[in-house]
């Protein structure tokens, strides 16, 4: 899906870094986290950690804190720039889940974005390209370095705008469970196909699927909406990221087996599946994945 060019993006909630280096962060929703939690958990049975506990010894280039706010302000440039376009579409789901949230608990309060490159420091760690996008529920903020979108290529992603928009929406998925109270189920049974965590981030990625479906119709605040109508390709665009990040998808190119005891996302099919679930649901009752007796076959 591309943005209207004229479609607005207020980035006053996105902020760029980048340049620390540190420990990485395990889980968090990140998806090259979850690559390397993984391949140790299935290799490394002790605990043992292949990563060695360190960023890879990268050195990065740092990222002008005011880049996003300076050069992100259009649907054109959010479709020529990929850290525009996560700007833009961590700012296009605040403006739908402004309206789309119910929850009680608390009111709705939009998540931060930073959009950095190589490494950067949150409440949960250090961000770092190894570790992907993910959310962290303490400064309720989502990191994300733009060049993951060429490794998600590389793991068997098609390059299609909503293939990478999806992965933002589905970070931002995991803010809406932290405003309705949910994420912590995923601690709470942490591993296995049918496992709070996999429940957790299928729920994420009905969620995203919510956004996509309504993100043609969201003004962006100026009477445009964000972006064009979906069409099939779009659609093929984002279950081929989905198929990408599934955890057996992940097993078996990384290590050539399958070990269902280690799941904490989800197979490619039930990612697939709830991710079309949100692009046709009529109600977020209809993402609840603890609402059923089998992800794979809600």
Known sequence: MSFNENAQIDTSNV???????????????????????????????????????????QSYEEAPQSWVKENCKTGKDANEDDRCLVAATAYSAERYWKTAYTGQRRAFEPAQTVVYEGATQSACGTASNQVGPFYCPT????????????????????DGQLAKEYVVAHEYGHHIQHLYNLLGRAQQDARGEQSGAVRVELMADCLAGMWAQHASSTDSGNGTPFLKGVTEQDVQDALSAAKAVGDDTIQETQVGRVNRESWTHGSAQARQKWLMRGMNAQSINECDTFAVRDVENP
């Not at 690559?35 to 360190?54: H, K, M, R």
């Not at 400064?139 to 098609?158: P, Q």
């Open 15 to 57: 902020s760029s870094g980048g340049g620390g280096r540190g420990p990485m962060i395990a889980g968090g929703g990140g998806i090259l986290g979850l690559i390397i939690a993984i391949v140790g958990y299935l290799l490394f049975p002790n605990g043992a950690d292949p990563t060695g506990g360190s960023a890879g010894g």
């Open 139 to 158: 400064d309720e903020t989502i990191y994300v370095d733009a060049s993951f979108f060429g490794l998600l290529e590389r793991m068997g992603s098609s």
